[in-house]
């Protein structure tokens, strides 16, 4: 059960924390490092609220206890930046998914970092579009890249280094799945205007604008967009990564966007002095569900 936050106060502090599952080894006779990331990627706030008295006190009060310690939820934003700044001029995007093949002969040639196909899978994709690879040999040649170069429907030329491979069969070229750092969307309606590198997203779990939010993101480039008519399509690099498959046409919030959290713990508590001046605080965590 999702519980409404009181807005009759805002924060006095906030620390936005994004966590991160990554393992890291160091060999004790070489000094180098490896890295392994894992799926665990979420965000943690430590919530702050000036000193009140009772009369506004009681509305964060009644919340915190309604929340019934990690058992209900509630929708949070980064309070400093609870408009972004682009100017896209709808309250929703959607997701789409112009690339969608699970079987493709794929080959990589380095020098010009091109990734050809067997078949035209790149047909509906544009400049600044991104599409994750899966299925290569050679692991650089798997993940999330930018398209920054269409050379035709077969080929494109991307923004990382590649590793020579050639005719690697039953490879995967897709979009908005798990692990991508990368979304691929389209205006809903007759919406249009840009999204600003910094502005936050937020990923829902239906074609609805009722849906709830199941993850929160931020765009760390300026997208791009594609067409002049309607409706626009859109390319956003975004961290952190995707934490599971997104369904072609499910809704993503560009309009005060907010994740889902809950409390980090069963406590509750709140301080009061002897004039009656209520001090709270409180840490959330972002949910993942599924």
């Not at 609220?49 to 934003?77: C, Y």
């Not at 600044?128 to 080929?155: C, H, L, Q």
């Not at 406590?267 to 004039?275: D, F, G, L, P, R």
């Amino acid at each position: 059960m999702i519980i409404d936050i009181p807005t009759n106060h805002n924060f006095a502090t906030v620390t936005f924390t994004l966590n991160r599952g990554i393992a890291a080894a160091r060999s004790q006779f070489t000094n180098r490092q490896r890295t392994q990331e894992y799926d665990a990627v979420y965000w943690t706030a430590e919530l702050n609220l000036p000193p009140m008295k009772r009369s506004d006190a009681i509305e964060w009060v009644t919340f915190l206890t309604r929340l019934q310690g990690v058992k209900n939820t509630f929708l949070l934003g980064d309070p400093s930046h609870t408009t972004n700044s682009g100017s896209y001029s709808g309250n929703f995007l959607a997701t789409e998914n112009r690339v969608s093949d699970t079987s493709e002969t794929l080959s990589f040639t380095a020098s010009t970092k091109t990734i050809s196909a067997a078949t035209s899978v790149f047909t509906n994709t544009f400049v600044g579009d991104f599409i994750v690879v899966s299925g290569a040999t050679n692991e650089d040649n798997n993940g999330t890249f930018r398209i920054a170069t269409k050379t035709s429907n077969t080929a494109v030329i991307v923004d990382r280094d590649l590793v020579d491979e050639t005719s690697t069969a039953s490879c995967k070229v897709q979009q908005n799945i798990k692990g991508a750092t990368g979304l691929a969307l389209t205006a809903v309606s007759t919406a249009t205007g840009l999204i600003d590198k910094g502005d936050y997203l937020a990923i829902h779990d239906a074609a609805s604008s009722t849906s709830n939010p199941v993850q929160y993101v931020m765009a760390v480039e300026d997208a791009t967009s594609r067409g002049s008519g309607s409706p626009l399509d859109y390319g956003v690099r975004i961290e952190p990564k995707l934490r599971k498959d997104i369904t072609a046409g499910h809704y993503v919030k560009f309009a005060s966007p907010k994740g889902q959290f809950r409390l980090a713990s069963n406590q509750t508590s709140w301080s009061v002095n002897e004039a009656s001046i209520y001090g709270l605080s409180f840490t959330a965590v972002e949910v993942i569900n599924g």
